[in-house]
């Protein structure tokens, strides 16, 4: 399969009070995939690879969060989660989407599962890579994990820099040859836009603990984890095994925080599989 080349035109759409950027193509029933909370993420950055496969099968969207990409940048009171899924709530009403399937990377999961506990209708399916939206700890490896310190000390210091762009996407992988210059290059323009340092030079949101509330998701979710995750602790999907009522887990390998990208193919073939039948 042939990655996309580069993405489709841009098109916006109010969700609420938020101008929310997004690329779709395909058609039938709709996926919305949403990219994690690193620095300079954008959902073309984190599918790019996946979209022109997923976008045979589905009507595929891929969503700028607030505070990323081409989307605005609010500043984001009370719990972000709960912000999140209103607006991904706000953005379906805008687009005439009763119900989706999910796919979520990280922050963009954890903001899935938000979505599937305060407004159930909304998702049919949801596959979550490497989301932890639990404060647990982790028997594993040592708190915070290696790629969540990366991603705390970008705006620090100095501030943002290529080698501490390059530092944080390798320890989002297994393999940091994935890391190419022109993917730090990207990334790294996407994090010193202006509105972007602004937003991080003000206090966070705050960030939930879903834990209690896991119980209440009704979608069958997919759990997908990478052996070598250092952004979300592997045992932390574990628990969030025994929480999700309709849940399964699928384990990689050699493989970190980005399964779509580490592993491509399987992962498209597994997602599509698991999205497409009873």
Same mark, same amino acid.
């Given at each position: 399969?042939?990655?996309?080349?580069?993405?489709?035109?841009?098109?916006?759409?109010?969700?609420?009070?938020?101008? *929310?950027?997004?690329?779709?193509?395909?058609?039938?029933?709709?996926?919305?995939c949403i990219h994690g909370a690193g620095p300079g993420a954008t959902a073309w950055s984190n599918f790019r690879g996946n979209f022109a496969e997923l976008s045979r099968h589905f009507r595929t969207i891929l969503l700028d969060m607030p505070q990323y990409g081409k989307s605005d940048k609010p500043v984001i009171e009370g719990g972000r989660l709960a912000f999140l899924a209103k607006t991904l709530r706000d953005f379906m009403e805008t687009l005439g989407i009763a119900q989706a399937h999910f796919?979520?990377?990280?922050?963009?999961g954890q903001s899935a599962l938000k979505l599937a506990i305060d407004f159930p209708e909304k998702i049919n399916r949801l596959v979550i890579i490497g989301s932890s939206p639990l404060k647990a700890g982790s028997i594993f490896q040592p708190m915070p994990?290696?790629?969540?310190?990366? *991603?705390?000390?970008?705006?620090?210091?100095e501030g943002p820099s290529l080698p501490k762009m390059r530092q944080l996407l390798e320890s989002l992988v297994s393999n940091p040859a994935l890391i190419t210059d022109d993917l730090v290059e990207e990334r790294y323009?996407?994090?010193?836009?202006?509105?972007i340092l602004e937003i991080n030079g003000k206090p966070a949101a705050d960030a939930e603990d879903l834990y209690f509330e896991l119980p209440r998701v009704k979608a069958k979710t997919m759990m997908i984890w990478g052996q070598d995750d250092?952004?979300?602790?592997?045992?932390?999907?574990?628990?969030?095994?025994?929480?999700?009522p309709d849940g399964r887990l699928y384990l990689f390998s050699k493989c970190g925080h980005w399964a779509q990208v580490e592993h491509r193919e399987e992962f498209n073939r597994v997602v599509i599989d698991f999205l497409t039948n009873a």
């Open positions: 399969m042939a990655v996309v080349p580069s993405p489709p035109a841009s098109r916006f759409a109010q969700a609420g009070g938020v101008k *929310i950027h997004y690329h779709e193509a395909g058609s039938g029933y709709p996926l919305i796919i979520g990377n990280s922050m963009g994990l290696e790629a969540i310190r990366n *991603i705390r000390e970008y705006y620090r210091g323009a996407s994090s010193i836009e202006p509105e250092r952004a979300g602790a592997l045992d932390v999907g574990l628990l969030m095994l025994r929480r999700v």
